[in-house]
């Protein structure tokens, strides 16, 4: 007789939600997720009177008040299973919005380090959305939400002298595990399906998102250009648009609160 588990699932992400002993009535409207702690702390200090929701391995969520409204953040993670589990616990506590904040290697050679992409929708290259979706599905971002980030980022660079220069970009990110296996091969095949930027999370965050009905946008600070070569890991207009991302996500829950 075959060994078969006693139940459908061995962990949820409802599990995780009473692991951590989150409830919905504890988050926030709207979560804004980067990827390291540090620039989760950024958020936090941004946020009148943050309560710490839990901390769990890596990962701490903090719930505030910005402008009146109820935020969230939690460093979210830098890969797409890490993603998984935190994406799937703020699902799970039914937050509303989420917005993503993060970075990103560039796939054209006009798109420059320092300048910001807001993502339309993700080409599966991670091991995690396969366990999600059929190969035929596309992570796509929110259309409303997109499009009021987009403009909030347009107007935030408008009104920043130390961003001068820097551009919006819109359109596909290629999300892959294996930054070390970003070849001409590989790379190429996502430039041939649309990609200009490459990141390791969009995929399983926007999936999941999807998967719970939950609408989710993406703004990501370009760190270094794939095509070029160029390394913008230690250039301050990578810093400069690392702190430009928090400040337009927070703009636009500002806007859509009408504040």
């Not at 919005?97 to 380090?113: F, H, N, P, Q, Y």
């Not at 599905?137 to 499009?147: C, E, I, K, N, R």
């Not at 648009?241 to 928090?246: D, L, R, T």
């Amino acid at each position: 007789m075959a060994t078969q588990m006693k139940k459908e699932a061995h962990m949820t992400g409802k599990d995780l939600m009473g692991m951590v002993q989150l409830t919905p009535e504890a988050v926030g409207k709207y979560a804004i997720v980067p990827g390291p702690r540090e620039r989760a702390d950024a958020i936090v200090a941004k946020l009148t009177n943050p309560v710490k929701n839990f901390t769990f391995m890596e990962y701490t969520m903090h719930t505030g008040d910005f402008a009146g409204t109820r935020l969230t953040t939690i460093n979210g993670g830098r890969f797409a299973a890490d993603t998984a589990i935190t994406t799937e616990i703020m699902c799970n506590a039914q937050i509303q919005t989420m917005i993503r904040v993060g970075s990103c290697g560039a796939l054209r050679e006009d798109i420059k380090v320092g300048d910001l992409v807001v993502i339309s929708t993700a080409i599966k290259g991670d091991g995690v959305t396969q366990y999600y979706v059929d190969d035929s599905f596309v992570p796509t971002a929110d259309a409303a939400l997109t499009q009021e980030l987009k403009q909030v980022a347009q107007e935030y660079l408008l009104k920043s002298p130390m961003l001068s220069g820097k551009t919006v970009h819109y359109g596909p990110c290629w999300t892959t595990d294996a930054i070390l296996r970003e070849t001409r091969e590989h790379v190429g095949k996502a430039v041939d399906q649309g990609a200009i930027a490459v990141d390791m999370v969009t995929s399983a965050f926007l999936t999941i998102c999807q998967q719970y009905k939950i609408p989710a946008a993406v703004i990501m600070a370009v760190s270094d250009n794939v095509i070029t070569g160029e390394m913008g890991f230690m250039n301050t207009d990578y810093y400069m648009a690392e702190g430009a991302i928090i400040d337009i996500a927070l703009n636009l829950v500002k806007k859509r609160e009408g504040k």
